[in-house]
């Protein structure tokens, strides 16, 4: 489990991401890794950096934009 919080959105309203701020003494955390929240499933990382990743939503009809 790794805590984080949204820091960002993209200003298109095509794009289906968020960037997430995260702990970077979390555990390894990797493109492909599913997003949960208590109420489920909210997408998936698709790029991690030092303190924060991006992630797909799981409502993106459009996956690898």
């Known amino acids: ?10 200003a298109s ?3 289906r991401a968020v960037r997430l701020s995260i702990d ?4 390894a955390l ?3 890794l599913p997003v949960v929240t208590a109420e489920g499933l909210v997408g998936q990382v698709i790029q991690v ?12 009809r459009n996956p690898g934009s």
């Open 49 to 60: 950096y030092g303190g924060y990743s991006e992630v797909q939503l799981a409502v993106d």
């Open 30 to 32: 990797r493109r492909g």
């Open 24 to 27: 970077q003494h979390a555990p």
């Open 13 to 15: 309203p095509f794009v």
């Open 1 to 10: 489990t790794v805590g984080a919080r949204v820091i960002g959105r993209p």
